[in-house]
């Protein structure tokens, strides 16, 4: 159903995803950086968006983030190369036309409040917008923090999550899949994690000897 993928990492996992790729699916994917990027526009031209060349794409999240432009900061030369990233590195991302996007560690997307929007969630907010297929991958969503859970939630169903109240477990379920470790298993169907046995234990804190901890 998919035939153009991107994949978007934190820096440190894009070897990890196309190592993995290879070994457990036999999927060849390419990575993108920019250096890449000027490597391709030397030999296909400046105008032509690299990001079509290839259908399967693994890429960092910082590589594509969308970069401020203060121009009372910064030099001229400064100003141009964060135009040029701009344009080539994240809008023509957003213009290559790709069915799938799968954002691992997708709670550094996230921000905090209304006002303070990251350059990274308004990269997936603009990403969700244009792809078919929009899916975050993360083993700490909610980070005990609800302004966080929501506003990623948003990113998924901008509609469904249009207000706070919505933050419901029935609802969240119906965007979100929970794999939970003590169900992961291998190729054999054997438990990967040790089945652990968990209980109560009640301390007693006093207010005298345990004032401070308490």
């Known amino acids: 159903m998919a035939k153009r993928t991107l994949i978007v990492v934190p820096s440190g996992l894009v070897l990890q995803w196309h190592?993995?790729?290879v070994s457990k699916f036999n999927e060849h994917f390419v990575i993108y950086n920019t250096e890449y990027v000027k490597?391709?526009?030397q030999s296909f031209g400046e105008d032509t968006n690299v990001w079509k060349l290839n259908d399967k794409i693994i890429?960092?999240?910082?590589?594509?983030?969308p970069g401020k432009i203060p121009a009372d900061l910064l030099s001229d030369n400064e100003v141009k190369k964060r135009q040029w990233h701009n344009k080539n590195m994240f809008e023509d991302v957003l213009r290559a036309g790709f069915d799938?996007?799968?954002?691992?560690?997708a709670h550094k997307l996230s921000k905090k409040n209304d006002r303070a929007e990251s350059l990274r969630f308004k990269l997936g907010r603009q990403l969700s917008r244009v792809v078919p297929v929009f899916i975050l991958l993360s083993a700490t969503p909610h980070q005990g923090d609800e302004d966080l859970f929501f506003h990623l939630l948003q990113l998924v169903d901008?509609?469904?999550f249009s207000d706070r109240k919505m933050l419901t477990p029935e609802l969240v379920k119906e965007v979100c899949v929970r794999n939970k470790k003590r169900a992961v298993v291998d190729f054999d169907g054997k438990r990967i994690f040790k089945h652990r046995l968990t209980s109560f234990c009640n301390i007693t804190?006093?207010?005298d000897e345990n004032r401070e901890e308490m």
């Open 19 to 21: 190592e993995e790729l």
């Open 39 to 41: 490597t391709l526009k």
């Open 59 to 65: 890429v960092s999240m910082d590589t594509i983030k």
């Open 100 to 105: 799938i996007v799968i954002i691992d560690e």
């Open 158 to 160: 901008p509609v469904l």
């Open 205 to 207: 804190r006093t207010s």
